[in-house]
T-cell receptor, first 114, second 109 residues
């Protein structure tokens, strides 16, 4: 009964490869997010989708492309992976207009590019 | 714009010591305030929250009071345990979410 689930938990890949991370939430939330956490634990928002529509797109290389097939899923595809993409990526969700309840986070995907 | 500033770590305490992690915020509206905790190798979990001035959030022995006059939401615990070792994030929500930079806490026996 995991609320926000991400797969895979760990991903090790070579530079130049293309990879995807999947996220699903079963909370009935309308909005989903991708965050990147660097080695110093700093959290940076990358994207936000509301009901399958992109609403936040921070300054992120266009090698990163989010895809939301429905409001319960938000996947992250990364092309031509670089060493600097190594980080932990977190998916999160919230109910539209009820952000004061906070976000629910997935357990993260640790991406290592070698 | 809105922002959150929290004290830098790392913080190291002995078991049963008193904990304070400072957090101040800047906001144009009336945000909700949160503390999230990230245990090693895990995602962020909501620890406590407060939605309006003078509200006190509490959970697992941790407390924080929403102080509008000082724009603060400091996290406190009277007696920390080894199991409290984690990274703590202060955050605010005012339509958008803003996280602080995180404070690493290590509690030693």
């Amino acid at each position: 009964d995991t609320a926000v689930s991400q797969t895979p938990k760990y991903l090790v890949t070579q530079m130049g490869n293309d990879k995807s991370i999947k996220c699903e939430q079963n909370l009935g939330h309308d909005t989903m997010y991708w965050y990147k956490q660097d080695s110093k634990k700093f959290l940076k928002i990358m994207f936000s989708y509301n009901n399958k529509e992109l609403i936040i797109n921070e300054t992120v290389p266009n090698r990163f492309s989010p895809k939301s097939p429905d409001k319960a899923h938000l996947n992250l595809h990364i092309n031509s992976l670089e060493l600097g993409d190594s980080a932990v990526y977190f998916c999160a969700s919230s109910r539209e207009g009820q952000e004061y309840y906070g976000y629910t986070f997935g357990s993260g995907t640790r991406l290592t590019v070698v | 714009g809105d922002s959150v500033t929290q004290m830098e770590g790392p913080v190291t305490l002995s078991e049963e010591a008193f904990l304070t992690i400072n957090c101040t915020y800047t906001a144009t509206g009336y945000p909700s305030l949160f503390w999230y905790v990230q245990y090693p190798g895990e995602g962020l979990q909501l620890l406590l929250k407060a939605t309006k001035a003078d509200d006190k959030g509490s959970n697992k022995g941790f407390e924080a009071t929403y102080r509008k006059e000082t724009t603060s939401f400091h996290l406190e615990k009277g007696s920390v345990q080894v199991s409290d070792s984690a990274v703590y994030f202060c955050a605010l929500s005012d339509r958008k979410f803003y996280f602080g930079t995180g404070t690493s806490l290590t509690v030693i026996p």
